[in-house]
């Protein structure tokens, strides 16, 4: 089945700063890509995702990106602010295109 | 709030008991999940429904069962055939290959 795989599993950055987080998958198939945040004590929330008919996505100062050939897709901040703190997971639709499956998260603390 | 419901918030179990999770949804989404959640794990998938009456095992279903009597339900029992069923267990709804809408999330303990 499908494998999603996510780095780096913790990230500390000062304020302002960049943040990336990458993601790997399994399935050449998949073709949708989200992105989500969960803050402590919240339930998961989508702020960007991707589907493989693109390139590459923005939406303020977040945006991802996609290579369907390396299988990999990746989360990029700028200008990060103390409130980005959180748990951001990716994920992508398995093989039949019926569930997604998530990677471990990568918690993200912002300085400031 | 989102739509979709889960109850309850924090649950307590004993060793050996049948426990059975709530999850609503009023988003008329064909499709529901349920994940748990473990530090340092991410989401890992139990079960999920594509359609009433029809679902199908994720990657860590041994110990739960589900069933999909109505569109707007998806309780998931978890037996004590589940070695370790201490976690967060989170449940989702979505329209296919589109945004997934998650409730607030049970806390499960076993006590």
């Not at chain 1, 997971?89 to 993200?108: D, S, W, Y």
Request: hydrophobic residues 30%; glycine residues 8%.
């Amino acid at each position: 089945g499908e494998n999603v795989e996510q780095h780096p599993s913790t990230l500390s950055v000062q304020e302002g700063d960049s943040a990336v987080i990458k993601c790997t998958y399994s399935d050449s198939a998949s073709n949708y890509f989200p992105w989500y945040k969960q803050e402590l004590g919240k339930r998961p929330q989508l702020i960007i995702d991707i589907r493989s008919n693109v390139g590459e996505k923005k939406d303020q100062r977040i945006a991802v990106t996609l290579n369907k050939t390396a299988k990999h897709f990746s989360l990029h901040i700028t200008e990060t602010q103390p409130e980005d703190s959180a748990v951001y997971f990716c994920a992508a639709l398995n093989q039949a295109g019926t569930a997604l499956i998530f990677g471990k998260g990568t918690t993200l603390s912002v300085s400031s | 709030d989102g739509g979709i419901t889960q109850s309850p918030k924090y649950l307590f179990r004993k060793e050996g008991q049948n426990v059975t999770l709530s999850c609503e949804q009023n988003l008329n989404h064909d499709a529901m999940y349920w994940y748990r959640q473990d530090p340092g794990q991410g989401l890992r998938l139990i079960y999920y429904s594509q359609i009433v009456n029809d679902f199908q095992k994720g990657d860590i279903a041994e110990g739960y069962s589900v069933s999909r009597e109505k569109k707007e339900s998806f309780p998931l029992t978890v037996t004590s055939a589940q070695k370790n069923p201490t976690a967060f267990y989170l449940c989702a709804s979505d329209l296919r290959g589109t945004e997934a809408f998650f409730g607030q999330g049970t806390r499960l303990t076993v006590v």
